[in-house]
């Protein structure tokens, strides 16, 4: 296994900033497009955005202008800087990664979750 472990998550009130970080660990050969995914209660998981390895990006709609995912490649890490909180944006929030092991098969990770919640 290649564990992602996120951190970041917590309780901030609407209007605030918080920044989710993902890490990768061990042998790896090369990470391909890292992600961040969302499930809220009684919701399917969603795309909220993604990143290359040569950095272009992508977002959700719902995201869009709020959010900022960015990776640093020698750290196998992607962040994802969140401001402007809504309540909707209240979930639990997934790391996604591609990544290519040494002496495994190329194969898409998960990250456990971290919940981020938005309330005053």
């Known amino acids: 296994q290649v564990p992602l472990v996120e951190s970041g998550g917590g309780l901030v009130q609407p209007g605030g900033s918080l920044r989710l970080s993902c890490v990768a660990s061990g042998s790896i050969f090369n990470i391909y497009t890292m992600g961040w995914y969302r499930q809220a209660p009684g919701k399917q998981r969603e795309l909220v955005a993604d990143?290359?390895?040569?950095?272009?990006?992508n977002y959700a709609a719902s995201v869009k202008g709020r959010f900022t995912i960015s990776r640093d490649n020698a750290k196998k890490t992607v962040y994802l800087q969140m401001s402007s909180l809504k309540s909707e944006d209240t979930a639990v929030y997934y790391c996604n990664a591609d990544i290519w092991p040494i002496a495994r098969s190329r194969t898409v990770f998960w990250g456990q979750g971290t919940q981020v919640t938005v309330s005053s």
């Open positions: 990143i290359t390895t040569g950095g272009s990006t």
